[in-house]
């Protein structure tokens, strides 16, 4: 990844010189020639196809193994599942963790929250950097001291790419722009590709298309299929006014591919016996008249406390479109699923009424807003006005109690 306009002091200038280089010398190693010839297979033009030595890239920031070249090439799956390689994380990591060891200062602080963005959208792998325990697989982050950008790799044989390398002279940008960046490249190790892949010039000003075909650049359903300045964190190139933070397609992105396991998402079952529902999954209110648990009555959660979901702790609710639950105004009037970012007002209070400190399911629990009020099913939940659900409760009752279930 390289800032807007490209400095030509960045990397992606030193690799576009030194693959000219290449490319003139003749004959490519074994393996770079077969994971270009791969990546030609795969749709990749081959103006896009850079190798710098033993290594090849595409994208100008993503470098392609010899195991991910090859997994390119088998057919994408039918449910096209922002844009995406066909090498994706495996289901047997449930945790990645990433050595940052090297990374001091604002890049150390750039790097936490970057991790962050990960964590706190409830996928079905849990990011955390090192030292930590668990980890299903670890990334190595770099720093290059002469790099004005960022380098990472796709994922093979149901891993990430291993290593993430960012630029030093990114300290100039601040930490905004760090959190971007790494944001940015630890996308790239699980999967995602340019959002602008197919006209470089609408984030860089310059440059064409990395190539398509269907199989290297399958579209994610929910998210636009046209890109804008600023519309994604995967965008090519990064502006020196990013704010480090997912974009709402983002978000529908990532839960796309690394949807919340089983048993992450929580669902709400009135005094009537109806289910609190963001209806739609999201984008409009959240009623308390469902009979049954759909994708719509389910909701992730994001646990601000970290670890293990326990009594009083303080969660965002996230409904099936990734939009966040929010109270109006912090309490005191409607509920609504529409915010694409979670603060204030998209934060409860997650009561166990049980008395003791785990969640299980068919407890009964409540939630409380940011200003002290509970989250209400007015009349118990039902049809009509029935269904309203309300954040306006200064006590818990009946109608303010919920049964838990886990999904």
Known sequence: MSPTPM???SLIFAIAASSVLSWGCGEQPAPAQEIVDNLIQAGFPSNDIQVVGERVY???????????SREMLKAADSSEEQYRTTN???????????????????????????????????????????????????????????????VAGFPANGLPFGSITIGGRL??????????????????????????????????????????????????????????????IMNSCFRSA????????DVTALLALYPPAAGSRLSFRTATGNFLVAENGGGTFVGADRTA???WE???????????????????????????????????????ANRATAQGWETFRFINLEGRSRFQAGDRVALQASNGQYVVAENGGGGNASGAVNANRSAIGAWETFVLFFQ
């Open 242 to 249: 990013e704010t480090g933070e997912f974009t709402g397609s």
């Open 58 to 68: 595409v994208g100008r920031d993503a470098e392609v193994t010899l195991e991910a």
């Open 298 to 336: 389910r909701f992730g959660y994001v646990d601000l406390n970290g670890g293990e979901l326990l009594n009083n702790d303080l969660i965002n609710l996230r409904a099936a479109n990734g939009q966040f639950v929010v109270a109006e105004n912090g309490g005191g009037g409607v509920v609504n």
């Open 88 to 150: 994706l994380v495996g289901a047997a990591v449930t945790k990645v963790c990433v050595n940052g060891s090297a990374f001091t200062g604002v890049f150390s602080t750039a790097l936490d929250l970057a991790i962050q963005n990960y964590t706190e959208r409830s996928l079905r792998f849990t990011m955390a950097r090192t030292p930590s325990t668990g980890c299903s697989f670890t990334i190595q982050a770099n720093i290059d001291p002469n790099m004005n950008g960022g």
């Open 171 to 232: 300290s100039q940008y601040g930490v905004d722009v760090i959190e971007h960046v790494i944001t940015h490249e630890l996308g790239h190790t699980i999967g995602f590709r340019h959002s602008d892949f197919y006209n470089r010039t609408i984030s860089c000003g310059t440059g064409g298309n990395e190539g398509d075909a269907g199989v290297g650049a399958i579209h994610i359903p929910g998210t636009p299929t046209t890109a804008s300045v600023g519309g994604s």
């Open 7 to 9: 400095s030509s002091k």
């Open 293 to 295: 648990i759909g994708d």
